[in-house]
């Protein structure tokens, strides 16, 4: 009622003096004060008028303190269009019910309150404050992702398109889509996500963007509520483990890409009745998943997407499924922080080729090659199912820094230290492993196989050779590839070459150097100068840091290591002869690797 005498009075300064920007100013604030912020900002537009037509040169130039609406409107747009770019292309009102587009969503935001208050709290300044308005914009535009698993028939887009969710028959998926709705209004969100109905999948354009950002919108989204399905209410720990959303492709990411993430059972009550407000910070929520999915809750809690440690997340996905075969390979996308094209006809192989091909071609990792199993058509070193990851990567125990003095002692006698700098030059030069049309160009070390002797075996579907190479020690391979057997009286025919190789991998070069050693804390307590200065340094003889790199390199060259058989083809190509089980192979003699080395990059289809 107060601001009502207020508007009265406003009214009669207009009355008295109509070419005054006074009367409109007290008007302005009556309405706004009244909440009647349509009219309080029509007040404020003829304010400004009067101000623009004073007669007066000192009235114009109060026109300066403030911003006109228009220009605080194109600065809201601007960060509403900065942060619906990390958002997702619609969401449901959790209001009204009803699914919106971005710019349903912008309309619907011009016309709340917030919106309103927020032009009124900034035009009466000059500078617009930029750090409120984005506050605000993204208070208002926060939104919910649901992570679930498909059951039965869910709703699709066309399913709700135009309706209210929340008076559709509560039956199977749409039940489901109403209370995710519900929890996100009741924990104070405008805006969910689900990916049943949020995405029209029946447009190319719209499906691809939507794959190809979807772990950016799980990490820019206010809250991922993760709904169990299958874990009743008063669930005791370990249901969660149990639980077949854990089973799913999709949901790695969904869990690993939020900051903030609830799990609800199937009764939409918390997990373990758990009222953390982000249940990432539940170390008995994330110990449980990581007992489940056995990444490291501390790797869940803090993921960045990326191509570190790409064997380790591609063994995360290796039991999961997906409805679509492809999707094993898009869900993983967003993990390595990679955008690629989708195709849904292009089928499992050549989705999860062209995903492994990039993680080689960006980040020259090979361990991405680790795998046993049956070999993909898109190429024969990559598998042809994400389930060869299944198994850790092999991992040989390297030797310690005593073994490794202790052999390079040995060496500097028998090796040429020239030869052994020349490999190590050599392979320090060598490029990164590379794609180019499917096929892989692989730097390795080369290691002709001169005999394949066919041994006896109980499984009809496999092989087992005896495979014998110069400089290295015998082996057995068991493989469902058929080739004839050779030896040296029995030699191959011409096009015919088999080759054991050792894919080269830079990290091989980065072995500590003797003086990191020598200032560990073991060896503080003497002095560099004392180590100089002893009767074996002045009398042993001198060898310059890159010697010792050359052989420490050598003694890791001769440590068993993983090999790759591969086939050479009648065009000159090779492919790679798949094994069932890891192919370790030996050096016969460490101090003939600098003179037996056959260092090449092949071409492998």
Not at 31 to 58: C, V, W
Not at 150 to 159: S, V, Y
Not at 445 to 462: S, Y
Request: proline share 5%; hydrophobic share 35%.
């Amino acid at each position: 009622m107060l601001w009502d005498d207020a508007l009265l009075d406003a009214q009669k300064v207009i009355q008295l003096n109509p070419s005054s920007h006074i009367g409109y100013k007290l008007e302005h604030a009556a309405f706004h004060g009244a909440q009647r912020y349509d009219e309080a900002i029509a007040a404020f537009k003829m304010m400004l008028s009067k101000l623009d037509n004073a007669p007066d040169t000192e009235t114009r130039k109060l026109r300066q303190q403030y911003s006109s609406p228009s220009e605080v409107d194109r600065a809201i747009r601007k960060v509403i269009d900065a942060k619906l770019d990390n958002a997702p292309l619609r969401a449901l009102d959790t209001a009204t019910g009803f699914l919106c587009d971005r710019e349903t969503q912008i309309r619907t935001f011009k016309t709340s309150i917030e919106y309103k208050e927020l032009v009124l709290s900034t035009i009466t300044h000059r500078d617009i404050q930029m750090k409120h308005i984005e506050e605000v914009v993204m208070m208002y535009f926060q939104y919910v992702m649901l992570s679930h698993r498909w059951e039965g028939k869910e709703p699709l887009l066309q399913d709700i398109q135009g309706k209210d969710v929340y008076k559709l028959d509560p039956v199977g998926g749409i039940k489901k889509l109403q209370s995710f709705c519900k929890t996100a209004r009741d924990l104070g969100y405008r805006w969910a996500w689900s990916d049943t109905c949020c995405i029209d999948k029946s447009v190319d354009v719209e499906l691809q963007a939507s794959v190809k950002s979807m772990f950016a919108w799980y990490h820019h989204s206010a809250l991922t509520v993760v709904y169990l399905s299958d874990v009743p209410p008063l669930s005791k720990p370990g249901a969660l483990g149990k639980s077949a959303w854990n089973t799913r492709g999709w949901t790695v990411q969904e869990f690993l890409a939020p900051r903030v993430i609830l799990f609800y059972q199937n009764d939409w009550t918390p997990y373990l009745d758990d009222r953390t407000p982000n249940h990432k910070d539940s170390v008995a929520i994330m110990q449980e998943l990581e007992d489940a999915t056995g990444i490291d809750r501390r790797a869940v809690v803090a993921f960045r997407p990326g191509m570190r440690n790409a064997r380790e997340k591609l063994q995360w996905a290796s039991t999961r499924i997906t409805t679509l075969q492809e999707d094993i390979a898009y869900s993983l996308f967003g993990v390595f922080g990679v955008r690629l094209h989708v195709d849904y006809s292009e089928k499992k192989q050549n989705a999860l080729g062209r995903l492994l091909q990039e993680i080689i071609a960006q980040s020259g990792d090979i361990t991405a090659l680790d795998w046993v199993g049956k070999s993909s058509e898109f190429n024969s070193c990559l598998p042809a199912d994400i389930t060869s990851y299944e198994a850790p990567p092999c991992k040989l125990s390297p030797p310690s820094e005593d073994e490794i003095q202790s052999s390079v002692s040995s060496l500097r006698s028998v090796v040429d230290l020239q030869s052994a700098s020349q490999l190590y030059e050599t392979l320090d030069y060598l490029s990164t492993p590379r794609f180019t049309h499917r096929r892989l160009h692989l730097p390795c070390i080369v290691f002709p196989v001169i005999e394949a002797r066919r041994k006896p075996g109980h499984d009809q579907n496999t092989y087992t050779y005896e495979v014998k190479s110069d400089g290295l020690c015998n082996l057995d391979i068991t493989t469902e590839d058929k080739f004839t057997p050779f030896s040296p009286a029995r030699p191959p025919p011409a096009w015919q070459t088999i080759l054991l190789v050792r894919p080269w991998s830079r990290h091989l070069l980065g072995l500590h150097d003797t003086a990191d050693h020598m200032q560990s804390v073991d060896n503080w307590s003497a002095p560099e100068s004392s180590l100089h200065d002893s009767p074996a340094a002045q009398t042993g003889p001198i060898y310059s840091d890159s010697d010792s790199r050359a052989l420490r390199l050598i003694v890791n060259l001769g440590q068993p290591f993983s090999a790759f058989l591969l086939a050479r083809q009648r065009d000159g190509e090779f492919k790679r002869i798949a094994s069932d089980h890891d192919i370790i192979a030996q050096v016969k003699d460490m101090a003939s690797i600098s003179y037996l080395a056959d260092i090449r990059t092949l071409e492998v289809l």
